[in-house]
């Protein structure tokens, strides 16, 4: 069972930045596909942003290209999102997922493909 923890959430204006976090309880999270995720209340939860255990592979939804970067960092069990050039609508709930393996380029944003889920945290973006 691989804990997932996100910290980094809070209120920013809009233009600004934001650096999400999830840290892993295993030592295996080299083993698993990172996920980040966004859900609002009364939408699905949508794919963010994608990267491969080695890192080589990375993949962003169009909404956010060129403004985020998903990282990670093996030796700390952690993935990392920086957020630049926030907008209001990226307010959300920011989930990590973790998927053992590498998935498809289809089934990378389906939420049923990620074995294990963090809590979230709050993203906000006033305008």
């Known amino acids: 069972q691989v804990q997932l923890v996100e910290s980094g959430g809070g209120l920013v204006q809009a233009g600004g930045s934001l650096r999400l976090s999830c840290t892993a309880s295993?030592?295996?999270?080299?083993?698993?596909?990172m996920g980040w995720f966004r859900q609002t209340p009364g939408k699905d939860r949508e794919f963010v942003a994608g990267?491969?255990?080695?890192?080589?592979?990375?993949y962003y939804a169009d909404s956010v290209k060129g403004r985020f970067t998903i990282s990670r960092d093996n030796a700390k069990n952690t993935v990392y999102l920086q957020m630049n050039s926030l907008k209001p609508e990226d307010t959300s709930v920011y989930y990590c997922?973790?998927?053992?393996?590498?998935?498809?380029?289809?089934?990378?944003?389906?939420?049923?493909?990620?074995?294990?889920w963090g809590q979230g945290t709050q993203v906000t973006v006033s305008s």
């Open positions: 997922a973790a998927k053992l393996g590498l998935p498809t380029y289809s089934d990378m944003s389906d939420m049923r493909e990620y074995d294990y």
């Open positions: 295993e030592d295996t999270f080299s083993r698993y596909f």
């Open positions: 990267i491969s255990w080695s890192g080589i592979n990375i």
